[in-house]
């Protein structure tokens, strides 16, 4: 709600921020920061390539590369302050003490959630649901 009046979502935002902050990133990399699959960034970034906010190129090891165009670069700016006066508060409503416990344990969570994909998963109940 807070980025309503720029007209873009906060997954889209994050998004752009984070390719404005990296100067171009390489879509394996972005994907990676945000622990999400590969594919799950081919479509975000999609709808982000058609309004114009982002364009691609590969770099000299065939990867994907993105970096935010003029447009992209408007778009982000515009809607930053917005986002630091909602995080500011947050912030305030949560306290600092709180503000920073769900920081560290969102990163945690991501971290974990990213071990976790790499354990080997066997499909079938659980043995303790066959018993």
Known sequence: LVLAPVGIKATQFSILNVICEAGEIAHCDLARLFAASEE???RRLA????SGWVQMSI???RRCVYRLTE???KIRDGALPYWERAQQRMRRELGEPDWSLLAGFAERLTKAAIRAESVPARN???KDLLA
Not at 47 to 50: D, E, F
Request: hydrophobic letters at 10%.
């Open 71 to 73: 447009e992209g670069r």
């Open 40 to 42: 799950t960034f081919s």
């Open 59 to 61: 770099d000299e090891r």
């Open 47 to 50: 709808s982000a390539r058609k």
């Open 124 to 126: 079938g109940p659980p």
